[in-house]
């Protein structure tokens, strides 16, 4: 084995880093003399400077991208070659020609109806078990966050364990029932007809995490005399629940709604580390890469792209504006 010195091995990428650092730099004092020569004040000057950066990130890792990914969606492009513009052709190919791509698009779109409103109720029961006064509390918090904290492909690998048809850790406990009904142990992710229960399952490890934390922030912000008036009034548990913690909880419950959508119609790493059948189709963030690393369809991947994208887009809206009927915040004029 060749041994290479510091300089062989990383030279080059310092010898960048140090340029682009100083080219920064540069532009830096440009723009503040620049802007100082034109009159501006020399406070105001030093903020553009300063930001310049962070502008420069924004239309070189983000902006471009973004506009290149949409140029790319109407071209072919294998990246070994210069890209051809072909018009919509990959829209075409994508809605009339591709099956895979609405297998994709009905197990991603199923996947997000089943994750998010099961997810959402779940950490919301979680969030109301942990904000009770109980002994240990804080112990219980720490304990229910700790799945959270995991790898995702770490938690991916362990549920495609737990899953598996032959040696897993649901199926063993199932089979009691299996013998009691003389049924075959379930196939889970490697028949067509499960693949869809079996990531929604997978997808409950969730409520042990980040939603059941934002729930509980919001449960502690849920003003105390509320609850003294609901008392007075001979409110109980459950009447309590519907009239003052949910609606008062409502913007919190708004924003893991929103969030969860986004994340579901774009999950990729389970997936990615999860092989299921071809029939069943895949989800459409695994569906992108493939088309773009495995067969070098860089224009028609950015096309799918851009379709999830609008998707996603479209969603979002119709969650805003129904946010007006079910979504209370405290001092709005109505």
């Given at each position: 084995m060749?041994?290479?010195?510091f300089w062989d091995a990383y030279g080059s990428t310092l010898l960048h880093w140090i340029l682009v650092g100083a080219a920064i730099g540069l532009s830096m004092v440009l723009l503040n003399?620049?802007?100082?020569?034109?009159g501006v004040k020399r406070e105001t000057a030093t903020g553009y400077a300063l930001v310049l950066p962070w502008l420069l990130g924004l239309g070189i890792w983000i902006l471009y991208?973004?506009?290149?990914?949409l140029y790319l969606s109407f071209t072919q492009y294998n990246i070994l070659q210069p890209a051809q513009w072909i018009g919509t052709d990959n829209y075409v190919?994508?809605?009339?020609?591709?099956?895979?791509?609405?297998l994709s698009l009905r197990l991603t779109?199923?996947?997000?109806l089943f994750n998010v409103p099961l997810g959402t109720l779940g950490a919301l029961g979680v969030a109301l078990i942990?904000?009770?006064?109980?002994?240990?509390?804080?112990?219980?918090?720490?304990i229910y966050y700790l799945p959270a904290v995991l790898p995702v492909v770490a938690v991916a690998l362990l549920w495609r364990w737990m899953l598996s048809p032959s040696s897993g850790l649901i199926n063993f406990l199932l089979s009691p029932i299996y013998a009691a009904l003389d049924m075959e142990p379930l196939a889970w992710f490697t028949d067509p007809d499960l693949v869809l229960p079996s990531f929604v399952i997978m997808g409950?490890?969730?409520?042990?995490?980040?939603?059941?934390?934002?729930?509980l922030a919001g449960l502690k912000n849920v003003p105390r005399h509320l609850y003294d008036v609901a008392d007075l009034d001979g409110a109980n548990q459950g009447q309590k629940l519907r009239y003052v913690t949910i609606p008062m909880l409502s913007p919190t419950l708004f924003y893991v709604v929103i969030t969860g959508i986004i994340a579901s119609l774009q999950i990729f790493t389970q997936a990615f580390f999860i092989e299921i059948p071809r029939r069943a189709g895949?989800?459409?963030n695994v569906l992108i890469y493939r088309e773009a690393f495995q067969f070098r369809h860089m224009g028609y991947a950015s096309a799918i792209a851009w379709f999830q994208l609008i998707l996603i887009l479209l969603i979002t809206l119709l969650v805003f504006k129904s946010s007006a009927a079910w979504v209370y915040y405290e001092g709005e004029r109505r």
């Open positions: 060749i041994e290479l010195s003399r620049a802007l100082v020569a034109f991208p973004f506009a290149r990914s190919k994508m809605f009339t020609g591709d099956k895979q791509f609405w779109i199923l996947y997000s942990l904000n009770r006064d109980i002994k240990g509390i804080g112990v219980w918090r720490t409950m490890w969730g409520v042990f995490g980040a939603n059941t934390i934002i729930l895949t989800f459409l």
